[in-house]
């Protein structure tokens, strides 16, 4: 028995940035309009195909299967379908590959962006695509890239190695334009040096598989086990106040009752609790201060700052968009 009618897209969607969710909601309007029954289905290579082919060049993760399943799903995906890059995929030829999907979902349509590529060595692209579907009468189309405008007014186009490229630098409402929504760092709470609620400022270190942005001060909006929200100073580096140390991330949360000993979230275990955090704005870098007094007066500084920039951005539009993309070289400022 054949599955119902379905459109595709395949790809790997890490980050989940404006050009995929384009492409998803295309697909769903697709998806109406030739009745396609099994509605969107979305494979998604999970890792990276290049854990498999190139480990030294795999790409930073920016979201978790479960998270990019969740954020194909708002844009319009029925299902998201994980394809593990085995040798045995990864060596198929274009229509082999495509004779596995056809075989498997019964597509009417196959929606994709501008650089698709798929196939033994990204062999196959659009025109390969188009050649092996005409005859069967499956509909392929392609949805343009979509630019982001950023603050130092260079547009680019909406790509996860250029979301990966301004994480890395820091520039947190850089990406948020390139992705339409904050960075995402979801982790568990782990154990640090517990110097932070000795200071005043008792901070949750957080152990994440997501992309940690470079090192520096961030403003972002916490969410808690309860789902509350709360604004965050997260502090990512070595720590340079106290001597050599491992890189970290740990987020002081502000506007949650504590004890002044203890991390400032009552109600749940010291760790292994789960917290997200949306980046949403940069504060500064990272430094040594003269005094361990002069680096809290500049906590204190970077905490009001933090509040500041969340309510900014929980009453502001986020970053626009813009559905065709011109690409431009791209500055280095935060």
């Known amino acids: 028995m054949r599955p119902p009618p379905t459109v595709i897209s395949i790809g790997t969607f890490d980050g989940v940035h404006a ?14 309009a030739h009745n396609a029954t099994g509605g969107v289905t979305v494979l998604s290579f999970d890792p990276h195909p290049l854990t498999r082919r190139a480990p030294e060049r795999a790409p930073a993760r920016l979201t978790t299967f479960l998270q ?3 954020l194909l799903t708002r844009a319009g995906a029925t299902t998201v379908e994980r394809l593990e890059p085995t040798d045995d995929i990864l060596a198929l030829t274009p229509a082999a590959f495509l004779e596995w999907v056809i075989a498997k ?15 033994k060595d990204r062999s196959g692209g659009l025109d390969t695509l188009r050649a092996l579907c005409q005859p069967r009468g499956i509909v392929v189309e392609t949805v343009p890239a979509v630019a982001a405008g950023l603050s130092d007014n260079t547009v ?7 979301a990966r490229w301004l994480l890395e630098r820091g520039r947190a409402r850089d990406a948020w334009a390139v992705l339409a ?3 995402r760092i979801e982790g568990a709470v782990v154990r640090g040096d517990r110097r932070g609620r000795t200071l005043g400022f008792p901070t949750a270190n957080i152990d994440s598989p997501n992309l940690i942005p470079a ?10 086990p309860d789902g509350s929200t709360t604004p965050g100073a997260l502090s990512v580096g070595t720590k340079p106040q106290f001597g050599p140390h491992a890189r970290t991330a740990e987020v002081h949360l502000l506007g949650v009752e504590g004890e002044p000993d203890a991390p400032n979230l009552p109600g749940l275990p010291e760790y292994g609790w789960p ?28 905490c009001g700052r933090v509040s500041r920039i969340v309510d900014t951005v929980t009453t502001a539009p986020p970053p626009p968009t813009q559905p065709a993309a011109t690409t431009h070289h791209h500055g280095t400022t935060p």
């Open 19 to 32: 050009g995929h969710a384009a492409i998803v909601r295309r697909a769903h309007e697709l998806a109406q």
């Open 68 to 70: 990019r399943t969740r």
């Open 156 to 162: 680019v186009t909406a790509s996860s190695s250029i």
């Open 105 to 119: 979902h019964n597509p009417v349509a196959f929606v994709e962006g501008h650089d698709f590529r798929f196939g």
């Open 181 to 183: 929504r904050p960075y």
């Open 215 to 224: 090192d520096g001060v961030y403003a972002t909006l916490a969410t808690l």
């Open 275 to 302: 917290i997200c955090l949306d980046l949403v704005g940069w504060v500064r870098e990272q430094m040594r201060f003269a005094t361990v007094e002069h680096m809290l007066e500049q906590i204190h500084r970077d």
